[in-house]
């Protein structure tokens, strides 16, 4: 068998830094199962239980991986191309504590690699964490909605206040119970204008 230039040095590369499973696992694919469905009142675009995607959601939110990025990327693309009108995407956002440890805001990553045009934007800067949650995979159900509560707040009303005729989209990368979207929304739906269309979507359930 012949070997590519490019084919030996990722093979040395391999060896010298042996990759992790998933990310060896992700390298052979090239999308991820679309199937769109709807969690109490949330989108979501996959399903968590399927081994492709928890693969990509886990390199994306823990390692940022680009190539689980990208999948996610077209994940959301997907949807994104069955929907007409203006859309602002906004993320939802890490605590300040988690965002300094990890380096980044998984979701923001995957927004990032999206083609943007003036009806498709990404918003950032309007909602924030006000205190840093304990970690809701660690929680019971009863658990997670009490640890999110005033976990939110809104740092750019203005903003919000100037977006005019289009759909907001509040996106998160996992949905379990559901609690952290429902009080990002919360905070988030009130100073909207009435013009507007919030929606909850996350990419897996």
Known sequence: MQYT???IVSLFLDFIFPPRANERFLRRLETLPYTPSNFEGTIFLSSFQDKRISAAITENKYHNNHHATKLLEQLLGNWLGTQSGA????PVPLSKVRKKERGYNQVSEVLYCLDTTEDKKTLEDVLM????????????KAERLTNMTDAFAVVNAQKLASIKK???VLIDDVITTGSTLKVARAALAPLLPPDTKLITLALAH
């Not at 859309?87 to 906004?90: A, V, Y």
């Open 5 to 7: 230039i490019m084919q």
């Open 87 to 90: 859309i602002i995407l906004i």
């Open 129 to 140: 964490r006000s205190k840093d949650t304990t970690p809701q995979t660690s929680l019971t």
């Open 166 to 168: 289009c759909t907001v």
